[in-house]
C-alpha cells in the first residue's frame, strides 16, 4: 500500500484565514473611513440644523411682539376714532340746540384725525415688521427640516455601516453609502437655495 499523501490541511487553513483577515481588514477600513466621513457630515448638520431652528424661533418671537405693538396701535386708533365720535356727537348737540359749539372741540376733533393717521402709520409699520420677521423665520424652519432629514440619513448610514462591519457584508455597506449620499444631497440643499 502506497504511502498516504499527507496534506498539509493546518498551512492551508492559515493562509486561507490570513487572506479572509487581510481581505476583511481592508473592508473594515473602508467602513470605518466612511463612516468618519458620514458622522463628520452628521456634526456639522446637526449644528446647522439647531442654529436655524433657534434663529427661525428668535424671528417668531421678533414677530409675535410686532404683532402685539401693531394691536396695541390699533386699539390706539380706535379710541381716538371713539373719542372724535364723541366730540362730534357733543358739537352735534351744541349745534341742535342752535348754539356753536366750543371751538376746541372742533380742534380736538381735527387734531384726533391727524393723530388717527399717523397711529395708523405706525400699526401698519409694525404689520410689515411682523411680515417679514414671520417669513424669514418660515425660510429658516424650512431649511432646518433639510439638515434635521440630513441628520437622520447620516445617523442611520452610520449605523449600517455599524452592522456591516459586524456582519462584514457588503450588501449593508452598500446600503450605509446610499443612505449617507441622500443625507449628503439634503444637507447641501438647504445651502444652494
Same mark, same amino acid.
Given at each position: ?7 498539509? !490541511? ?9 487572506? &479572509? ?12 473611513? !466612511? @463612516? ?15 442654529? @436655524? ?10 414677530? @409675535? ?19 372724535? *365720535? ?14 356753536? *359749539? ?34 424669514? *423665520? ?13 441628520? @437622520? ?11 456591516? *462591519?459586524? !456582519?462584514?457584508?457588503?450588501? $449593508?455597506? %452598500? ?6 449620499? %441622500?443625507?449628503? $444631497?439634503?444637507? &447641501?440643499?438647504?445651502? &444652494?437655495?
Amino acid at each position: 500500500m502506497p504511502e498516504e499523501l499527507e496534506v498539509d !490541511t493546518d498551512k492551508l487553513h492559515e493562509a486561507i484565514h490570513e487572506e &479572509l483577515e487581510h481581505e476583511g481588514g481592508r473592508f473594515l477600513r473602508r467602513i470605518a473611513l !466612511t @463612516t468618519a466621513v458620514l458622522a463628520a457630515f452628521a456634526a456639522v448638520a446637526s449644528l446647522e440644523a439647531g442654529s @436655524t431652528v433657534n434663529e427661525a424661533l428668535l424671528l417668531k418671537t421678533e414677530a @409675535t411682539r410686532a404683532q402685539a405693538e401693531a394691536s396695541d396701535q390699533w386699539a390706539f386708533y380706535q379710541a381716538k376714532g371713539i373719542k372724535a *365720535a364723541v366730540l362730534e356727537a357733543s358739537r352735534s348737540a351744541w349745534l341742535a340746540q342752535g348754539k356753536d *359749539a366750543p371751538a376746541e372741540a372742533e380742534q380736538t376733533i381735527a387734531r384726533y384725525a391727524i393723530e388717527q393717521e399717523d397711529i395708523q402709520k405706525q400699526a401698519h409699520e409694525r404689520e410689515q415688521v411682523r411680515d417679514d420677521a414671520s417669513a424669514e *423665520a418660515d425660510h429658516l424652519l424650512a431649511r432646518h427640516r433639510g439638515f434635521a432629514y440630513a441628520v @437622520t440619513l447620516f445617523q442611520i448610514a452610520i449605523a449600517l455601516g455599524a452592522i456591516a *462591519a459586524l !456582519t462584514r457584508t457588503q450588501i $449593508v455597506w %452598500v446600503g450605509s453609502l446610499l443612505a449617507g449620499g %441622500v443625507g449628503i $444631497v439634503l444637507f &447641501l440643499v438647504p445651502w &444652494l437655495r
